[in-house]
């Protein structure tokens, strides 16, 4: 059965800090690897998503890597904000066709100015 | 512009009462979901389809029923034997059932029992 599993669950940094938020699966058995952020009593806005050949995906300041031999994925974002306080929530498309996204718990961030 | 458009915004329901959350995208996506989030249990898959007219089981599908009649809605009723409703409803598009362009989300329906 697959998990997903992110640490830390909060994070609290100064603005300006680069920071990596970590998220790891059981099962490397996955079709693609999504990142989401999450702002509080909003929907899911999707960040970056990685398809199970790929490495790693960039958009803007966010970077995120993929190792699925080791069951991994690292969300980095450079020189954080305040506007980038939100919880961040990763999910995996298993291999199988069962149709859904396992979910992480999530990681909530806050950017201090 | 293209999205998943989730109502009502707020929804209170009465002990004993049906309701009926409305999903609808205009994104042209075949696959569509539905996920209940509670604080501190992450996101659950309570029903998918992958197709109109046809609709599968999630995680969590006792005391909810969906339909899929049209491809652009998948609108979800909480029915009475659901016993705790109160919960963040999120929809979720995917152009596909194998998901190649990821998913997109709607931006929730907060349930409270009052």
């Known amino acids: 059965k697959q998990e997903v599993t992110q640490i830390p669950a909060a994070l609290s940094v100064p603005e300006g800090e680069n920071l990596v938020l970590n998220c790891s699966f059981t099962?490397?058995?996955?079709?693609?690897l999504q990142w989401f952020r999450q702002d509080p009593g909003k929907g899911l806005t999707s960040l970056l998503l990685?398809?199970?050949?790929?490495r790693e995906q960039t958009s803007g300041r966010l970077n995120a890597s993929l190792d699925k031999s080791s069951g991994r994925s690292t969300l980095y974002i450079a020189a954080s904000q305040p506007g980038d306080s939100a919880t961040y929530l990763c999910?995996?498309?298993?291999?199988?066709?069962?149709?859904?996204?396992?979910f992480g718990q999530g990681t909530t961030l806050q950017v201090k100015p | 512009d293209g999205g998943i458009t989730q109502s009502p915004k707020y929804l209170f329901r009465k002990e004993g009462q049906n309701v009926t959350l409305s999903c609808e995208q205009n994104?042209?996506?075949?696959?569509m979901y539905w996920y209940r989030q509670d604080p501190g249990q992450g996101l659950r898959l309570i029903y998918y389809s992958q197709i109109v007219n046809d609709f599968q089981k999630g995680d969590i599908a006792e005391g909810y029923s969906v339909s899929r009649e049209k491809k652009e809605s998948f609108p979800l009723t909480v029915t009475s034997a659901q016993k705790n409703p109160t919960a963040f409803y999120l929809c979720?598009?995917?152009?596909?059932?194998?998901?190649?362009?990821?998913?997109?989300f709607g931006s929730g329906t907060r349930l409270t029992v009052v």
């Open positions: 979720a598009s995917s152009i596909d059932g194998a998901a190649r362009r990821g998913y997109t």
């Open positions: 994104l042209n996506h075949d696959a």
């Open positions: 990685i398809q199970s050949s790929q």
């Open positions: 999910a995996v498309r298993p291999g199988s066709n069962t149709g859904k996204l396992i």
């Open positions: 099962d490397s058995a996955i079709y693609n």
